[in-house]
């Protein structure tokens, strides 16, 4: 799944191939994610290429505030 990098989009990810998509979070930058794990939180973390592999859908809002750019 291509990724945008617009701050702002919303990533959705599965854990395996087929399964249904159970986590999502926000793209803080082109290279970080915002999105919470249980017991610890909301956190802000690295894009790394694990996490990408696992975006199964891209959401962007249409008409962004210039500061998303």
């Avoid at 999105?35 to 975006?55: M, N, S």
């Amino acid at each position: 799944m291509k990724i945008n990098n617009l701050a702002g989009d919303i990533l959705v990810f599965r854990w395996k191939d087929g399964s249904p998509a159970k986590h999502a979070g926000i793209l803080a930058s082109s290279t970080s994610l915002i999105h919470t794990y249980d017991r610890i939180g909301v956190v802000e973390t690295p894009l790394v290429p694990a996490w990408k592999r696992r975006v199964a859908a891209v959401f962007s809002f249409p008409g962004g505030s210039p500061w998303q750019h």
